[in-house]
């Protein structure tokens, strides 16, 4: 789960570390109040959207006058804004952040991440800020500084300070890299993150460190237990589809294809999707309606994969364990009646209680595709999406 910049520095602020004075605006005149209220001369006014690169795309801007601030924000809400991390369709702005101006002197990159390799938190800083990691990685790769921090032990004193040394920093800057260090981290580890980025991290004409740009993403298993978190959930900034399963329990990435997936276990949905290719065709989504999956749960994944318009080929591939072929064949049957299902539907079933599952749908004489293995299921589904192509 993504949060806005201004939602990470408040995060941020509230451990110690220095932000721009700022505030939040939902209307152009209301942008302009803000940066009436901040004073000064100039602001710097950022769309707020889950997206990088919104300085490129024309989503930030440094304004002179609190007529430029209105004007500009004018121009942002409502908008579409593309960026390189955003699909062709962009990300809506509804809502704009109006800081006072920083002086910089140089820009700095610090990031959070796991490293699945070691299975660490590993931080990486760069003297070189203002650019997106991966732009980092390839330019100047040399740049790059990275520690690892043992989970047994946390973030020590000493590496704080072996890393602001590494990236040229003097005097009292040190001292102030190790807090931001800490603080950063103390987020990635108590809130269940699974990014923090501050980008840039500023080093200010008077020498002070400031975070002048904030990213941070959590894990979505993990928001269950942190009520704070998941308070910052913002719906306008995700995919319909995926916040319609996610708000089901259902694991839902909507993709580009014409061929819905319902699967149980990701694993199997990845496999699912790779035959589907194979075969042809195209996925629409990968969805994972997990175990135990109730008539009603397999009902709600139809309904998901449904509200895709472009899906013309319903695809089921369950192998089942924790979860039964009947219940999956009731869902079924109860997503036919209740959804008045109109294009073709391709059922593999395997496991726990599959002859049961497949007399239940043959029983119910529905126009439903039976395979008996994946292959099977994945080339009569991508013969029934040509199918319906043509008509």
């Known amino acids: 789960m993504d ?3 201004y939602q990470a520095k408040e995060i941020l602020s509230g451990l110690g570390v220095p932000v721009p004075r700022g505030g939040l605006a939902y209307s152009p005149e209301q942008a302009g109040y803000r940066a009436r209220e901040l004073g000064g001369d100039a602001w710097v006014v950022k769309a707020q959207i889950h997206s990088g690169g919104r300085g490129a795309a ?4 440094l304004c002179r006058s609190e007529d430029e601030v209105r004007s500009y924000a004018a121009t942002l809400f409502g908008r579409q804004l593309v960026t390189r991390q955003t699909d062709s369709t962009g990300k809506g702005v509804y809502r704009v952040w ?4 920083t002086g910089i002197r140089q ?6 991440v796991l490293d699945r390799k070691s299975e660490r ?8 800020g203002g650019m997106e990691i991966e732009e980092l990685a390839m330019e100047d790769p040399d740049s790059l500084r990275r520690m690892v ?5 946390g973030l020590a004193e000493y590496q704080a300070r072996e890393l602001a040394f590494s990236l040229g920093l003097k005097g009292g800057q040190i001292a102030q890299m190790v807090a931001v260090l800490r603080a950063c981290y103390r987020t990635y580890r108590d809130l269940d993150a699974l990014m923090v980025e501050i980008n840039p991290l500023v080093i200010t004409e008077a020498g002070e460190l400031v975070a002048l740009d904030a990213k941070m993403s959590f894990d979505t298993n993990a928001v269950y237990r942190r009520p704070e978190v998941a308070a910052l959930r913002d719906p306008s900034q995700e995919d319909p589809r995926e916040a319609m399963a996610g708000d089901s329990g259902l694991a839902y990435v909507g993709l580009d294809g014409d061929i819905g997936c319902i699967t149980n276990g990701a694993g199997l949905a990845m496999a699912t999707m790779d035959m589907i290719k194979l075969a042809g065709g195209e996925p629409a989504n990968f969805l994972d309606i997990g175990g135990g999956a109730s008539p009603e749960r397999v009902c709600q994944a139809f309904r998901t994969v449904l509200s895709d318009p472009k899906v013309r080929v319903i695809l089921i591939n369950i192998f089942a364990g924790i979860n039964r072929c009947d219940w999956i064949a009731n869902g079924i049957i109860q997503a036919y009646r209740d959804l008045n299902v109109t294009v073709p539907v391709v059922v593999r079933l395997a496991g726990t209680n599959v002859r ?7 029983g119910s004489e529905l126009p439903i595709v039976a395979a008996a293995t994946l292959g099977e299921a994945a080339t009569a589904a991508v013969a029934a999406c040509d199918q319906s192509a043509a008509a």
């Open 98 to 101: 109006v800081e006072a101006a």
């Open 58 to 61: 024309g989503g930030v801007r």
């Open 107 to 112: 820009e700095l990159y610090l990031g959070l």
């Open 3 to 5: 949060i806005h910049e």
């Open 356 to 362: 049961e599952g497949r007399a239940i749908l043959q």
């Open 121 to 128: 938190i590993m931080i990486v800083a760069s003297a070189h």
């Open 149 to 153: 921090v043992d989970p047994a032990v």
